[in-house]
């Protein structure tokens, strides 16, 4: 039987980006799954270069691909050149919008030492909607009258499809247990709609415990009592800052893997590392290349490829180096050493 080759369009981005994205592949290439990659100049250095973002040309041709792995996009700290908005939304919201990338799937696992050593869990964003929908605007812009909204979006369709997702993933768990987290006791309106949504989607699944935090108490939870959660489910903004917190109680944000996925595959589904670009550290070799290789692993688990997956995921697992003594090289050297 011939191999599949998938092609995976390579988006290595800003600062450590294409370090740890090469780092990745590495490690995807070792543990014998066959890609062909296909490089994309996109993020702060193509912006800064040229002016270009994201054309609906460019955004058609990922669409067409396996899978997108994302390095980290953004300008070195302290550089104002970029209008805040232009890549965030201009680049990554654009591609998650655009190629209806609804599911933001975040597994955390607690290493040695961290706050939420041995706990694992995993927090479902809906990331399609929210705040992010950006609905709103600005009246009298520059005058001592200003106004501006920001409008969240809430649909019954993109709620439920989230939570259903949330719910298959927690219904898998040796604990199967879903938390919805929101903030029901403000926001009445959008908050009203998830809460009856979890009820009548949760009627289907029978053995998974339900709970409810409000977003304020989940961060004191998180950083209290991390082992509470299976998964959780929350919506776009909550499910950002929630995330980051949470890549923080279980080591930090160098181990945090994530994906943007269509479950159905009508397109690609995009997979990133959390942590940022990192511009001080770049081309020095000391970037953590985990999160991208975490984040690979979930790829592979998308294209079906369980037994590379499972086999890198045990790698990181069992990865207990010295990550700033080893450098990039020498921590993507140990893993393959472990495959």
Known sequence: MNQRTYRVAVLGGDGIGPEVTDAALEVVRAAGVAIQTTPYELGAARYLADGFVLDDATLEELRGYDAILLGAIGPAIGDTRIPGGVLERGLLLRIRFGLDLYINYRPFRGVTGSLAEGCEFAIVRENTEGPYAGEGGVLRHGTPHEVATQGSVNTRFGVERCVRYAFERAAKLSRPKLTLVHKTNVLTFSGELWVRVVREVGAEYPNVVVDYNHVDAACIYLVESPERYGVIVTDNLFGDILSDLAGAVTGGIGFA???????????AS????????????????????????SSAVLMLEHLGETEAASAMAIAVREFHGDVAALGTAGVTNQLIERL
């Open 257 to 267: 893997a994530s994906a943007n996925l269509n479950p159905e595959r009508a397109s």
């Open 270 to 293: 995009m997979f990133e590392p959390v942590h940022g670009a990192a511009h001080d550290i770049a081309g020095t070799g000391k970037a953590n290349p985990l999160a991208a290789v």
